[in-house]
């Protein structure tokens, strides 16, 4: 089972911007769907993004536009960019990994069987 280090966060004014990475501990393979969730103390786990086994990118409805997540693949590291900020995206970031194809909705937890420690990400107003 891959293990997943995050790395960034940290803490920004409303409408600014940071970055998460995250970076496995083997190659990131054409059958691995790996991607980013959120989450807020008391509330569930919110899957925020996520690049399929077919490198297809899908997104939370709240971050589109706002948020983009890449893989650079000559690092084997996992990128979320997040700009144009708001205190609503602080939360702990995630990054989480499963083999194969999703057998539901993406944005379940439940799909992913590898997960990282967290970061924080805290954005002020």
């Known amino acids: 089972q891959v293990q997943l280090a995050e790395s960034g966060g940290g803490s920004v004014q409303s409408g600014g911007s940071l970055s998460v990475s995250c970076t496995p501990s083997?190659?990131?393979?054409?059958?691995?769907?790996i991607g980013w969730f959120r989450q807020v103390e008391g509330n569930e786990r919110e899957g925020v993004a996520v690049i399929d086994s077919d490198d297809d990118a899908f997104y939370a409805e709240s971050v589109k536009g706002r948020f983009t997540i890449s893989i650079d693949k000559t690092r084997n590291i996992l990128y979320l960019q997040m700009n144009s900020l708001q205190p609503d995206d602080t939360a702990t970031y995630y990054c989480?990994?499963?083999?194969?194809?999703?057998?539901?909705?993406?944005?379940?937890?439940?799909?992913?069987?590898?997960w990282g420690q967290g970061t924080q990400v805290t954005v002020s107003s």
């Open positions: 083997e190659l990131l393979s054409s059958d691995m769907c």
């Open positions: 989480a990994a499963r083999l194969g194809r999703f057998s539901g909705a993406w944005y379940r937890p439940d799909q992913y069987s590898s």
